[in-house]
């Protein structure tokens, strides 16, 4: 049996898959089993941040695996605390991490923050969670409750309670009350369609939350590691929340997510935990991925590959303003709003058929999350392919 066939008979059909199959790539570009090549303008939804088979980290992940791939969060680990320290020193703030597996689970350990923080002896309990809607958390039983999204919301329940969403950042004040135990937010909503907050809005919650001692949970496992030009949209946004969640980017594939705090007294010894989380294999990545956004921020080649990158995606919106409506997003988190939401699929399959990958986002955006490490020639090809695919639609 091929792919498509074990797939079909061995997988729970959770995924509308498109029917392609890549066996290599390299930084942002990609071949198919019939050797065919495309430009991937979407790093595995934000994954790839330094490109596919990358050299440097597959060196440390080589040369970490041959001594010690996992030995549990029972004993000292030294990549896991290093890349904690890398995380922490990026940040810029003040905060201590937790690692675990994934985006979700980064969600999960933040919540569980919140909540224990909410418990104070004798005072009213602090547990609900206000999140806004269109936001995207995660789909574990918790996230997707966070989630406020009602589409989400179907079958899986009895949820947990406590979560309240919001309309806008304008609509949380109202919301606040003696049992809100903190606000949790994308500063750009990711799966929701590429949609940045106002930075005086959220400069303002910020403020609003701190002089209410309601902590401020920033899920940037989308903007986080880079993305959005800084190594958080935090430090973009000029906020210092109480817990950031990071995930996708950060790994550069491995799977991995991080929840760090400033509540550093919070969580004690049992508390919270996880098998896999942190381990030398993670870690390493981690460690690795890190250090070499660091070096293409700090030589000033990220923002010149995405002021170039922008520059092109202008270029190619002006060219076709008959599809779109307008261009949104930060750094290379990008996307164009279409004006009829039904070309959006044709779009993307098109585009796909020219020879480059981009991504759907919400109901009626064409979603952009290139490698950060993309080259212009890799852009330049990617967007030639773009225009023949709308010549198509
Ligand atoms: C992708 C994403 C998640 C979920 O991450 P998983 O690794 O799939 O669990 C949560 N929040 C945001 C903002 C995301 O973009």
Redesign the pocket.
Known sequence: MNTKELDKKYILPTYARADIEFVSGSNATLEDLNGKKYIDFTSG?GVCSVGHANARVNDALCSQLSKITHTSNLYNIAPQAQAAQKIVELSGYDMQCFFGN????A?EGAIKIVRKHGERDGEIKRYKIITLQHS????TIT?VKATGQESMHNYFGPFPDGFVYAENIGAIEALLDDHTAAVMI?LIQ??GGVEPQDKEEVQALEKLLKSKSIPLIV?E??TGGYRTGEFTASQVYGIVPEVITL??GIGGGVPV?VVITSLKEVLGAGDHGSTFGGNYLSSTAVCSVLEILEEFKQSGELATISTYFNQELEKFYAAHKGYFTSKVGIGMMCGLRVKDADTLSSIIQNARESGVMVLKAGRNTLRFLPPLTITKEEIDEGFKALNSAISRV
Do not use: C, L, M, P
Not at 136 to 139: L, P, Q, S, W
């Open positions: 939804i994934s985006g979700a689970e969600n995207f958390h995660g789909r996230t994308e990711g799966e899920d496992v989308q995930a996708k997510g």
